[in-house]
C-alpha cells in the first residue's frame, strides 16, 4: 500500500487511458454532467474563500487603521495605512522574550524528540527483533491510558521539572503516534536488500542506521519532525500549568495575556500609559501580534507541505 | 544459562540471521537480545522517556482512591475507596459538566467525521493537478495555527457590533447578536471552529485512499452507464468506507476528551454554564484549587467512560462492518 508502489501504476494506467476519457467526455458531456462539474467547481472557489479570507483579513486588519477596520470599511484591501500595531509590538519586550523561549524549547525539544524517536522506530521495524511486538504493545497503550493531570504534575514536581524549561523538551520526548509513522515508513520504504548488502559490507544495525537508512529517509524526518516542532511551537499547555516565573514564559502564554486577557496595554510597552488606551489600539496590537507569531510556520509549512500526504498515508496504512 | 548464551559464540555477533546461524533454528530469548543488542540500545531511550513520563503518573492513578497528604506523599495518604468518586457524582455541577461535555464532543465528533470526507470527494472531483495541489496546500494551513490565535480570531471576528461576522451576519438580518457571550451559540462556535481548521487536514487520509481506486474501475462503471454522481456514490464511497470506519472508532475513544486547552481559553463568565467541561474541570479543582485526589478521581472516571467508549465501538463495528481497531 505504499505510495512509491501506487504511483507508477496509476502513472502507466493514465497515459494509455487519457486519450480515450477525453475524447468520450467531449462527446457523451451530459448537461447533467455540465451542472456538476459547475457545482464542484463554486463548491471549492467556496471552500478556499473560507480558509483564505479569514486569514487575508487579519493580515490587511493589522496595517488598517482601527476605526475603520471597527466600522467595517476594511474589507479587501487595507486602508487608512497604520503600523501602529507592529511599532508597539516591536517595542514590547514581552513577546520576544517569549519567542527567544519558544525558539530555544522547539529547537531543543524537537531536536531530542527525533534523536530519540528515529533510532527507536528503526529497531521496532527490524523483524528479526524478537519481543518488538511487546514493546510495540508497551508503547501503543499510552495512546489510550494515562495517569491524568494531576498523578503526572506530582511527578514533575518531584523530578524537578516544575517552572524548569526543560519541562518543555524531556517529558514530551516520544510521542507514540510519530514513532508508528516512522517505523511504518522504515518497514515500507527501505528495501531489505540495502540490509543484506550492508551485512555483507560488514556494517553494524548502527551503521546501518547511520549511514543508509537515514541518508534515504529524508520525507519521513521532514514530516515528523515538522509534527513535532509545531507541537512545541503551539505547545500551550505546559506553560500554563508548569511554569511560574513570567521570564520562562512560551510564546503563547504571551499571546494568551495579549489576546484574550486584555493586557494588551499593560506591562511591556512601556511608551503609553495604560489609562485611556482606545479599543480601537488595542486591536491593532492584536492583529499584528497574530500575524507576528503566526508567519514563521506558515513560511516553513510550503517548503516541507510536498511531504504531508506521504507522511500520513505512512501513519494511516499501518496506524 | 551459560550453556546457551556459550552456544551463541560461535557464530558471529550482529550479523543477523546469516545463514550459519541456522545451525541453531529457534534461538532463545538471551541469543537473541545478544545478537541484536545493537538494536536494543536504540529502542532503550524511548523506552525509559515512556516509562517514566507516561507509565510514572499511571502509578499515581491511585491517588484517586487515597486522601492526599502532602507530608505523606503520594501513597502515604489514608484508602477512602470511591469517595472522591461519589463527592463528584453527588456535585450539583456533575449533570451540567456532562451533558456539556457530551454536547460539545458530538457534534465535533459528527461533524469532523463528515467534512473531511466531503472534503475528499470534492477535492477529488478536480481534474487538473494544479488546482488540487492549490486546494489541499490553502485548505491544511489552519491546522498549523496554534489555539491562542484561533480563539483569538473568533473573538475579534464575533466582537458585538464591530466584529467582521458580526458584521456580516447583521446583512442576513441577526442584529446585534453576541454569539461569545451566548450559551446556546458555544457548541456550534467550537465544531465549527473545529471543522475550519482541521478539515483539510483530516482529508488527506481519505484522499489518498481515493487515490488508489484503480481506474479501469471507473471506465467499467462509465460503460455501465453510471455518471458522476454514481461514480462518487458507488466507487468513491465505498473506496474510503473502510478508512472512515477505524477513524470514527478511533475518534468514539475521545468522547469525553474535549481538548482542554481550547475549551479553557473560549470560556467567559457569560458562556460558562455551557461551556465547563470535564477537562477544565479537573484542572480547575486539581491546579487552582489543589483539591489533588478530587482532580485525580474525574479524571480517572474521565479516562474510564473514553475506554469504554473505544471499546464498545469496535466490538459494534466488528460485528456490523468487520472493521475493527483490536
Do not use: C
Not at chain 2, 36 to 42: C, S
Not at chain 2, 219 to 226: F, N, P, S, T
Request: aromatic share 14%; proline share 5%; no cysteine.
Amino acid at each position: 500500500m505504499s505510495q512509491t508502489k501506487l504511483q507508477p501504476a496509476a502513472k502507466v494506467a493514465k497515459t494509455q487511458a487519457m486519450p480515450l476519457p477525453h475524447r468520450r467526455r467531449g462527446i457523451y458531456k451530459t448537461p447533467g454532467d455540465w451542472a456538476v462539474d459547475i457545482v464542484i467547481a463554486a463548491l471549492i472557489t467556496a471552500i478556499v474563500l473560507m480558509v483564505l479570507y479569514p486569514l487575508w483579513f487579519l493580515l490587511i486588519a493589522s496595517v488598517s487603521n482601527q476605526n475603520l477596520v471597527n466600522t467595517g470599511k476594511v474589507v479587501w484591501w487595507p486602508k487608512g495605512w497604520s503600523t501602529y500595531g507592529y511599532e508597539q509590538i516591536f517595542k514590547d519586550s514581552r513577546i520576544w522574550t517569549g519567542y527567544a523561549n519558544t525558539i530555544l524549547y522547539t529547537v531543543a525539544g524537537t531536536a531530542l524528540n527525533l534523536v530519540v524517536t528515529l533510532p527507536a522506530a528503526f529497531a521496532l521495524s527490524r523483524r528479526e527483533l524478537k519481543g518488538r511486538r511487546i514493546v510495540m504493545f508497551f508503547f501503543t497503550v499510552t495512546m489510550f491510558v494515562s495517569g491524568g493531570l494531576i498523578p503526572t504534575y506530582l511527578l514533575y514536581e518531584s523530578l524537578g521539572l516544575l517552572d524548569n524549561w526543560l519541562v518543555f523538551v524531556i517529558p514530551s520526548a516520544v510521542n507514540v503516534y510519530n514513532l508508528i509513522i516512522a517505523r511504518s515508513f522504515f518497514e515500507t520504504s527501505i528495501p531489505e536488500e540495502l540490509h543484506d548488502a550492508a551485512q555483507i559490507d560488514g556494517l553494524s544495525y548502527f551503521g546501518y542506521f547511520i549511514k543508509i537508512v537515514v541518508p534515504l529517509s529524508s520525507a519521513i524526518i521532514a514530516v515528523i519532525g515538522l509534527y513535532y516542532m509545531v507541537a512545541h511551537w503551539n505547545d500551550f499547555f505546559t506553560g500554563l500549568v508548569y511554569i511560574q516565573t513570567t521570564s520562562k514564559q512560551p510564546l503563547q502564554l504571551v499571546l494568551r495575556d495579549i489576546l484574550l486577557s486584555n493586557q494588551a496595554m499593560s506591562g511591556g510597552n512601556g511608551s503609553v500609559d495604560g489609562a485611556g488606551y482606545g479599543q480601537e489600539f488595542a486591536d491593532s496590537i492584536k492583529y499584528g501580534v497574530i500575524i507576528v507569531s503566526t508567519l514563521p510556520l506558515l513560511i516553513v509549512y510550503p517548503f516541507i507541505q510536498k511531504y504531508f500526504n506521504k507522511g500520513v498515508m505512512i501513519g494511516a496504512v499501518k496506524g | 544459562m551459560t550453556l546457551t548464551t556459550s552456544s551463541i559464540t560461535p557464530n558471529e555477533p550482529n550479523t543477523g540471521p546469516a545463514p550459519t546461524a541456522a545451525s541453531s533454528p529457534k534461538p532463545t530469548w538471551l541469543q537473541s537480545a545478544k545478537r541484536y543488542w545493537q538494536l536494543w540500545a536504540m529502542l532503550l531511550p524511548a523506552v525509559i522517556f515512556v516509562a517514566i513520563f507516561s507509565y510514572g503518573p499511571m502509578y499515581g492513578i491511585q491517588l484517586a482512591f487515597r486522601r492526599f497528604d502532602i507530608t505523606k506523599g503520594l501513597t502515604g495518604g489514608d484508602w477512602v475507596g470511591f469517595a472522591y468518586f461519589r463527592q463528584f457524582f453527588s456535585n450539583p455541577q456533575f449533570w451540567p459538566i456532562m451533558r456539556n461535555t457530551v454536547v460539545i464532543s458530538l457534534w465535533t465528533l459528527v461533524m469532523g467525521f463528515i467534512a473531511p470526507i466531503l472534503l475528499a470527494l470534492l477535492i477529488n472531483q478536480i481534474h487538473s493537478r494544479r488546482v488540487k495541489g492549490f486546494v489541499q496546500t490553502v485548505t491544511y494551513m489552519p491546522h498549523f495555527i496554534s489555539v491562542v490565535v484561533i480563539v483569538s480570531m473568533i473573538n475579534l471576528f464575533l466582537t458585538p457590533s464591530t466584529g467582521i461576522l458580526t458584521r456580516a451576519l447583521a446583512v442576513f438580518g441577526l442584529h446585534d447578536v453576541n454569539l461569545l457571550g451566548s450559551t446556546g451559540a458555544f457548541p456550534m462556535l467550537y465544531w465549527m471552529s473545529e471543522v475550519w481548521q482541521h478539515v483539510g487536514w483530516n482529508s488527506i487520509i481519505y484522499l489518498a485512499a481515493l487515490s488508489s481506486v484503480d481506474l479501469a474501475l471507473y471506465e467499467a462503471a462509465k460503460i455501465d452507464g453510471a455518471g458522476r454522481l454514481q461514480l462518487i456514490r458507488y466507487v468513491d464511497l465505498p473506496t474510503i468506507l473502510p478508512t472512515a470506519g477505524i477513524l470514527l472508532i478511533l475518534n468514539m475513544g475521545h468522547v469525553l476528551g474535549v481538548g482542554f486547552e481550547k475549551v479553557y481559553l473560549m470560556q467567559n463568565p457569560l458562556n460558562l454554564p455551557a461551556s465547563e467541561v470535564i477537562s477544565t474541570y479537573t484542572y480547575k479543582m486539581g491546579i487552582l484549587q489543589n483539591q489533588f485526589s478530587y482532580s485525580t478521581a474525574i479524571g480517572l472516571f474521565n479516562m474510564a467512560i473514553n475506554f469504554v467508549m473505544l471499546v464498545v465501538a469496535n466490538q459494534i463495528s466488528k460485528k456490523v462492518s468487520d472493521t475493527s481497531v483490536f
